[in-house]
């Protein structure tokens, strides 16, 4: 018998504070960094560093079985494993680091709709007009729903936001914003609205833009706290978490699927799914279909005068550049900032210089606004743009999600949801998803360094032969 574990709700502090991370620094590539004369070795990043310490998770060391297992605490892994246990499925969450390590507690935290980069005219090219519209609903309304139910469920608090735009670095981007908002409409969509360049002004105070679109139904959230919060829930309803176990092997035996860490196991006896986005291909050799990338961010020290003389509505931002820069307000009058894509992982200071170059092009009359904090992420993609979803056959299936583009904190709930539900029959969300083909990338990982490189110089010289299309990366 399993003992029920305890985990507090995540809680925010008053401020983000200069502190170490909990995350174990030996299995973490990406980098943190902290403006600070004394800072410590392993900093926090922004996310970890506003929130009231956790307690965490112990190792597995044993040997046990559970119906199902989850791989990765991520987003995707909190939210599954959060739907089986309400529906009353056994499950064991097991993450080789710490609950939200990784992308889902080091991303721009934007809320926006699609399906990674498929967006509402995609769909319409690649289904009939009723799988289209139910398509743009699972991946939009339903995914921002799925997310205010279940902090409304466990009281959580998220930092939830409502609303985003996007803004147009080129007057012909509005022919694809105005394109991409009539294709929403045609789903049943009204929600995004096309402003012109006087009207974008009430919400970036800035020179930059030649209009936008406002989205109502997206907006922004801490990621983190949303991630941690799933967790909290799955263990109030008997949800059993491991964490710094690393799952190095599965093995099909007769009773199950035999997932093996470096001091114990688990039988998953009905099913495995694997949340583990673009480490994937380590346990599952024929999900080759990604190609890894890396992202940063950075947020700024608290505004002197305040955030809302820049962002007077406090809304979350994309550009349409090649390179997009987004950007939002965020506690104690600070914006979040971040931006590119790159083959390989940039340092501390490029990454300051590029970002901060970028954030003082948007606001160029505020040179005095500099980062407190900054980190790298990392992510994949996959050649369609489409999120890969895969169901492999056999007495005990595992579930596979990866390939998000550095888009999709809601859907990626929404998906964990739609894994439930397919598990136990309820309904073929899943299968929708899967019916999407996707390609495999022969040596892709291996040849990100120079294939990302190289199609960003592609893409770059067409942006520079066409600025009125809409390109970006």
Not at 45 to 54: M, R, V
Not at 158 to 165: E, F, P
Not at 365 to 382: K, M, N, V
Request: glycine share 10%; aromatic share 10%; proline share 4%.
């Amino acid at each position: 018998m399993s003992v029920k574990q305890k985990i507090e709700k995540p809680e925010f502090i008053d401020d983000a504070a200069f502190v170490p991370s909990r995350n174990i620094e030996a299995q973490q590539d990406d980098w943190n960094w902290i403006k600070s004369d004394i800072g410590p070795e392993n900093p926090a990043n922004y996310y970890e560093s506003t929130l009231l310490p956790w307690s965490g998770f112990p190792k597995l060391e044993q040997d046990i079985e559970c119906d199902v297992v989850v791989i990765g605490g991520g987003l995707l892994g909190s939210s599954t494993a959060l739907h089986f246990a309400e529906a009353g499925v056994d499950t064991v969450l097991l993450e080789k680091n710490r609950i939200g390590s990784a992308a889902s507690g080091r991303n721009g935290g934007q809320l926006t709709p699609g399906l990674a980069r498929w967006e509402a005219e995609t769909m319409i090219e690649n289904f009939d007009f009723d799988e289209a519209c139910r398509l743009w609903r699972f991946t939009s309304v339903e995914s921002f729903d799925l997310i205010d139910e279940i902090a409304d469920r466990y009281g959580l608090s998220i930092d939830l936001r409502k609303g985003h735009l996007t803004a147009a670095i080129h007057p012909g981007h509005i022919n694809a914003l105005t394109k991409g908002a009539d294709a929403r409409k045609y789903l049943g969509d009204d929600t995004v609205r096309i402003l012109g360049p006087y009207e974008i002004k009430d919400h970036i105070n800035t020179d930059l833009y030649h209009g936008g679109a406002l989205d109502t139904i997206g907006g922004q959230v801490h990621s983190l706290a949303l991630t941690r919060g799933m967790v909290y829930g799955f263990v109030q309803k008997g949800g059993q978490v491991y964490e710094d176990s690393e799952v190095l092997a599965l093995e099909e035996t007769p009773q199950g699927t035999l997932v093996r860490t470096e001091q114990g196991t688990v039988l998953a006896k009905k099913a495995v799914v694997l949340a583990v986005h673009e480490s994937t291909f380590k346990l599952l050799s024929e999900a080759n279909s990604t190609i890894p990338f890396y992202t940063y961010v950075a947020v700024t020290h608290p505004i002197t005068d305040g955030t809302e003389p820049l962002l007077p509505t406090n809304m979350a931002v994309y550009d349409t550049q090649f390179q997009i820069d987004y950007y939002r307000p965020v506690k104690k009058q600070r914006i979040l900032f971040g931006g590119q894509g790159t083959g390989t992982r940039w340092d501390e200071q490029k990454t300051l210089d590029y970002l901060t170059t970028r954030l003082r092009t948007v606001f160029s009359h505020r040179d005095d606004i500099e980062f407190d904090f900054a980190w790298s992420g990392t992510t994949d993609l996959t050649l369609n743009g489409a999120t890969d979803c895969r169901k492999t056959e056999g007495n005990v299936p595992t579930y596979v999600v990866q390939g998000w583009s550095g888009h999709g904190i809601a859907q990626t709930v929404r998906i964990g949801k739609a894994i439930r539900d397919d598990f136990l029959n309820y309904n073929d969300d899943f299968s929708m998803l899967t019916s999407i083909e996707h390609r495999s990338i022969l040596l892709g990982r291996q040849l990100a360094p120079v294939a990302i490189p190289l199609a960003k110089s592609l893409l770059g010289m067409q942006n520079m032969l066409a600025p009125g299309k809409m390109i970006s990366f």
